[in-house]
């Protein structure tokens, strides 16, 4: 099996480009939700899911802003991002246009790595912690890896959501909303939200994802680690989760970050191992850490 994880320091990276992209696609969905496609041939050749890249969002602000990878394509030269218009860079962002060109530097953090001896995966993605979990839904199918998707938004999906073809056991026959791209892939779904969204399960993502463990064996959850992204009290829960169920589990922690390259230390985490505890930097260090060594208010 490939090995994903990017192992070298940051200031060692051969991989990390400056450059100045086009925007090929905008498409926006409810909820102030936007996709960008761009044409980045040099970061689409080497990207993988749990890494992100900074973007410059307007000529007056002059910190970058972080986005993870939604999808990149080494074919095509083609990568995505999903952002939800918050603050005053992503407003400028959403304001640009097709043809338009930005500034980017990526890819940047450890993203995630296979465990060759897990080849199952439960993927857990949140709010706009969905990109990097969608992304590794498609690459963990690439590689063959059995892989059930859950995920969860208090605002609409950034996609049209179907009707399940399939039950999906430990599942109320209720919760039948699927992700269109998984359902296409063959990769079973299921969606959760507390604001009564039709189809989709009335509460935490995460407390979706344990009626479905539930029902496995201890022979199926011997061959499983847990994959997820999102706002840290999903995280946290997610962490809960994997240790409750006795699985490894690898988490990609969303932070506010300035420089985004390591040197200004605003993204620092605490991280714990052998009871000694270290200061990591999310954007380098990470994002994606092991969920046993990161402390997310626990």
């Not at 999906?157 to 209720?174: C, D, M, Q, W, Y």
């Amino acid at each position: 099996m490939e090995d994903w994880s990017i192992k070298s320091s940051f200031m060692r990276k051969p991989n990390l480009f400056d450059i100045s992209v086009e925007l090929q696609q905008i498409r926006t969905h409810a909820g102030n939700t936007h996709i960008f496609k761009m044409y980045a041939p040099d970061v689409a050749a080497t990207a993988q899911p749990g890494q992100f890249v900074q973007i410059r969002c307007h000529e007056l602000l002059p910190l970058r802003r972080p986005f993870s990878l939604l999808s990149a394509d080494p074919g095509s030269g083609e990568i995505e991002i999903l952002f939800k218009q918050v603050g005053e860079g992503t407003k400028h962002l959403a304001n640009c246009e097709v043809g338009d060109y930005l500034q980017l530097l990526g890819p940047i953090g450890n993203g995630f790595h296979l465990d060759s001896n897990r080849p199952r995966a439960v993927l857990l993605g949140g709010g706009v912690g969905m990109p990097p979990i969608l992304f590794l839904a498609k690459k963990l199918q690439q590689q063959g890896i059995t892989t059930t998707l859950f995920l969860g938004s208090e605002i609409p999906f950034p996609f049209a959501v179907e009707t399940s073809k399939h039950t999906l056991p430990g599942i109320s026959r209720n919760v039948d909303g699927v992700c269109p791209q998984a359902q296409e892939a063959g990769i079973p779904s299921r969606l959760a939200s507390l604001n009564n969204m039709a189809g989709c399960y009335p509460g935490y993502v995460t407390d979706l994802a344990d009626d479905w463990l539930n029902q496995l064996t201890d022979e199926d959850k011997n061959q499983l680690c847990v994959y997820a992204c999102g706002p840290t009290p999903m995280l946290n829960a997610s962490a809960t989760l994997a240790d409750t169920h006795q699985l490894p589990s690898q988490l990609c922690v969303e932070e506010f970050m300035a420089c985004g390259v390591g040197g200004c230390a605003g993204c620092v985490i605490e991280t714990v191992t052998n009871n000694e505890i270290k200061m990591q930097r999310v954007c380098v260090d990470g994002p994606v850490f092991d969920g046993a060594t990161i402390l997310v208010n626990r």
